[in-house]
């Protein structure tokens, strides 16, 4: 009497798409909370030799890089932040431009007595990247940088027009009112539209991050990451007018159904050794949506 069931079930399992989770980080990985700059943040570490430093953007948390870690933790020293305000740090009422997320970061590697690390960024890490590295450019030695702009570098003032990107102007209580409770359907938006295929987001993922995204005042601050945008243009062209471009080797990573070739030209405009590289068959959300040729774009580069 079985059988049939279990034949009605396999036939089931084909006709959906497979349901993965969000990818576990290795075992030997440890979380623990730092103190930096007037917050708290939580952070991973695992693996043994120099030093590399994951900044996730929106909709995700440090949980995106699990592959990446897991790959990376062979021969580097893998140090993965939630940002302030997001994922498991603490969510302060203040310092959400992205000059002051930057020196959380310092104050991270200086808690873990690394002085140097390459750095990979996606979304808004690319923004807490840009500012990590052009603050402190002796202490990042290479920097993967992907699929996002950059407030007030290039095309900013026309990109931040695309109706895709009306996201970073909702924001205020009302809008606050809109969304709690509604996590999901938010969050439903910018993986659906920003991605090349929607069902690459499955519905583990999408339940994991509404989950977090609804934690208290998890939503209040990612707000105020788009708020801080027009500070952080201001503070990008100040720091590029003053410092110049930054010295190290950047790989400019844009997905091939999102910022494509753009982000290379971005990235020239703040860096003088840019190499240009694209996700294939992805959106912007290269970890979820083609994880294997996002990891071994990284991968190679940081063995150069």
Do not use: C
């Not at 979380?31 to 030799?49: F, H, K, M, P, Q």
């Not at 989950?211 to 209040?220: F, G, I, W």
């Not at 840019?274 to 063995?303: C, Q, R, Y």
């Amino acid at each position: 009497m079985f059988r049939p069931l279990i034949i009605i079930l396999g036939l089931l399992a084909m006709s959906f798409p497979a349901m993965a989770r969000v990818m576990p980080f290795p075992a030997a990985f440890k979380a623990r909370t730092i103190e930096t700059n007037g917050t708290s943040l939580n952070v991973r570490v695992g693996g043994t030799g120099p030093a590399v430093l994951l900044l996730h953007g929106f909709g995700d948390t440090g949980d995106m890089w699990a592959p990446v870690a897991a790959r990376l933790m062979k021969d580097h020293t893998v140090i993965v932040p939630d940002l302030r305000g997001m994922g498991l740090s603490a969510h302060p009422d203040t310092g959400y431009a992205k000059k002051n997320q930057a020196v959380d970061i310092a104050g991270v590697m200086d808690a873990l007595k690394i002085d140097q690390v390459d750095l990979v960024t996606h979304d808004i890490g690319n923004m807490v990247g840009y500012a990590l590295a052009a603050q402190y450019p002796k202490r990042v030695t290479r920097w993967v940088v992907i699929d996002a702009p950059l407030p007030g570098i290039g095309d900013w003032d026309k990109i931040k027009q695309t109706p895709l990107l009306w996201h970073f102007n909702f924001r205020g209580p009302d809008m606050e009112r809109l969304v709690k409770g509604r996590e999901r359907i938010y969050l439903d938006r910018f993986y659906n539209e920003l991605s090349a295929d929607p069902r690459k987001i499955d519905e583990a993922t999408r339940a994991h991050y509404a989950k977090l995204y609804a934690r208290p005042h998890a939503m209040h601050d990612a707000f105020e990451q788009f708020k801080a945008f027009d500070q952080d243009a201001a503070d990008n062209q100040a720091m590029l007018s003053a410092g110049g471009k930054l010295p190290m080797p950047v790989l400019a990573v844009g997905a091939e159904k999102s910022a494509g070739t753009t982000q290379a030209d971005i990235l020239r405009f703040v860096a003088a050794d840019v190499t240009g590289a694209i996700v294939p068959a992805s959106g912007h959300w290269i970890m979820e949506e083609n994880p294997d040729a996002t990891v071994k774009l990284i991968a190679d580069f940081l063995a150069r």
